[in-house]
């Protein structure tokens, strides 16, 4: 579990997770910005705490976590998002789906909306690679399955399958990392597996900068994974896409009445994607 930013968000997702949690869970909190004690109170010492030079974002941050993971030798790794609450009984779901076959390498969780809890937000789906990168299967009856890509939101790792797939690609730094990491262990021959189970309520801010944030890393990062792994009809298809995308996203923005900000963060980071820069992490606060 990574943390970065307001406290409390991460101090509600530990308490429910360890809330009925199996005696042989323990949680590490990658904490490189703050010097908060997060094992207080935690009487059966489940907690750990990683202390890193800063911000490191997704794929660094959750990098950090899972060498830790290796070398302590355990089996499975459970990624999962701060502003996350997990269903009591899904890491139970998730080990049992993983230890049904060797070769599955992540168990993703299906994503729901705290104000409803029968809707599905963004769990899993397939690359299309235009108009955006993925597309979304919201199943209005979900059953497990074998799927194109799953969200690291809340994502079951083998953690003896990271010999062959690697660790996340900390090129990406926020968003679409997830994507990659599915990707290439279905190229190396793993199975990638959506458990509906496994329920994660997800809340994320839905505050000015978290929107710019997103806008910014979904635009540069959609591009950057086309480079790596499309073919020159995929990248040209998603290249055109991108090209229309911030006046597409401005257009949105101003019929729906919304603050425009975010379209000039889809603009910045389709340029950064397609000259495939750095990300500008201290202009989104990200430093």
């Not at 409390?8 to 360890?18: Q, S, V, W």
């Amino acid at each position: 579990m990574l943390h970065w930013g307001d406290p409390d968000p991460t101090r509600r997702c530990l308490a429910h997770l360890l809330e009925g949690a199996p005696d042989d869970l323990t949680v590490l909190v990658v904490d490189g910005v703050s010097d908060i004690d997060w094992s207080a109170g935690d009487a059966r010492g489940r907690i750990g705490v990683l202390r890193g030079p800063g911000n490191e974002g997704y794929a660094g941050g959750n990098n950090r976590g899972l060498r830790a993971a290796l070398a302590s030798g355990a089996e499975y790794a459970l990624l999962l998002n701060n502003d996350a609450l997990i269903d009591p009984d899904a890491l139970g779901h998730l080990r049992a789906r993983a230890a049904g076959d060797s070769r599955i390498a992540l168990v993703g969780c299906r994503l729901v909306a705290a104000e409803d809890p029968t809707r599905d937000v963004g769990s899993h789906g397939r690359i299309t690679y235009g108009p955006f990168l993925v597309s979304i299967d919201a199943d209005a009856a979900p059953a497990a399955r074998d799927v194109e890509w799953v969200s690291g939101c809340g994502v079951l790792v083998r953690l003896a399958t990271l010999a062959d797939i690697g660790l996340l690609d900390e090129s990406f730094f926020l968003y679409c990392e997830d994507v990659d990491w599915s990707l290439r262990a279905r190229q190396r021959g793993y199975r990638v597996v959506f458990e509906p189970r496994a329920v994660v309520v997800h809340s994320p801010s839905a505050s000015p900068a978290a929107l710019s944030r997103r806008a910014y890393f979904l635009a540069r990062n959609g591009l950057l994974f086309a480079r790596k792994h499309g073919t020159w009809r995929e990248r040209v298809r998603l290249s055109a896409a991108a090209l229309v995308l911030p006046l597409a996203s401005l257009l949105h923005r101003a019929l729906a009445g919304e603050p425009l900000a975010p379209s000039a963060w889809v603009a910045r980071g389709v340029f950064d994607g397609f000259l495939g820069r750095p990300p500008r992490l201290r202009q989104l606060g990200l430093r």
